[in-house]
């Protein structure tokens, strides 16, 4: 590991030189990579810790001007090296494991294989592996699988998110037993109307565990109405 920090810290001035530092919502140079400006930072709202009743619900931000562009890159254009900024947000509003019990597990929501196709990256999952390098649990992504294709939730209301997503979410066989009695996390970038969470959360309660929370970048609530896409 030393030697991969070693390697990194010398391509860093290249890096730079070629690809300036700049905040990743507004542009604006910075003096380092991977970061927001200080105006971009002042701007993200932070939602109260573990909030949602039965289920806790980890936030780094409400959705707002901000967050919105972060996800818009991150999703939409494809900047998949913010998942690190994104999930070390996240990352800050979890508790750390308990120590001596077996790690909690990370299941991101599931992409259908053809907006997988298209997009190349399934975004939860990758939130999911970054969580798991610090130290958050231990990243199932295959966890859940979206076996029927849905159109694109944005602009649908909660009761039309909900019929389009009934079934279509279902637990890998595979992976039940490993969540059985486990704390399990779902991981999602955005918490819009909970319709895609709850299709998750019932399919993971089929296999029995310990525990379910969530976890997401930014999540909308009734003073943070901007359009998800």
Known sequence: MAVVRDLVRSVQPLVDFV????????????????GLCSECWATL?????AEGGVVAIYAATYYNDTSRR??????HG??????????RLIAARMPEPA???PPPLL?????????LWQRGFNQAALLARELERFGKGRAEVAALVRH???????????????????GAIRLDPAHAARLAGRNVVLVDDVLTSGATSRACIAAIAGAR???????????VDAEHRLEHV
Do not use: M
């Open 45 to 49: 709202e932070v939602p109260p810790l």
């Open 70 to 75: 972060l996800v818009l890159a991150y999703k």
């Open 209 to 219: 565990p310990a525990s379910i929370a969530l976890a997401c970048f930014a999540r």
């Open 148 to 166: 029927r294709r849905t159109p694109n939730l944005g602009g649908l209301g909660r009761d039309d998110r909900e019929r389009v997503l009934r």
């Open 107 to 115: 299941v991101p929501v599931p992409l259908h294989r053809w907006r």
């Open 19 to 34: 690809y300036p530092p700049r905040c990743a919502a507004c542009g604006v140079a910075l003096a380092a990579q991977d």
């Open 78 to 87: 494809g900047r998949i090296a913010l998942s690190r900024l994104l999930a």
């Open 99 to 101: 120590p001596g019990r």
